[in-house]
């Protein structure tokens, strides 16, 4: 017999992987662009709580991202010394500032989120 766990009427079990559960829990990807040169890179992300961020992708080769570069908003990935992802910046249209600010719940090198 499994275990079942309920949380806001979602139901999941032990078996299902961690990510099946994160796609019931947060279902909603977002997309944030910066434009480089003649390139537009395109993060893929899913809003965790906490203030807290999952990176899904990250690159350059995102045919949304170029498609729809001023629709969506802007975002940067802030990274440490060792180009380890460690922040997400949403900025506001007027490039102000950013309008949010999110701590990357599973930091990795900037270039290995494929």
């Known amino acids: ?22 796609k019931k829990l947060f279902p909603k990807v977002l997309k944030a662009v910066k434009r480089l040169i003649n ?7 899913r809003l965790l709580g906490d203030n807290k961020v999952e990176i ?20 940067d990935i802030t990274e440490d010394d060792d180009r380890i992802a460690r922040s997400l910046n949403i900025w506001s ?12 719940a599973n930091p990795k090198h900037i270039f290995s989120y494929r």
């Open 93 to 104: 249209s007027d490039d102000l500032g950013p309008v949010h600010s999110y701590t990357i």
């Open 1 to 22: 017999m499994r275990a079942k766990l309920v949380k806001e009427n979602i139901s999941f079990n032990r078996a299902e992987t961690e990510d099946a559960v994160k």
């Open 56 to 75: 899904l992708k990250f690159g350059r080769d995102d045919e949304e991202g170029y498609e729809r570069e001023h629709e969506l908003p802007k975002g």
């Open 39 to 45: 390139s537009v890179w395109t993060v893929e992300y």
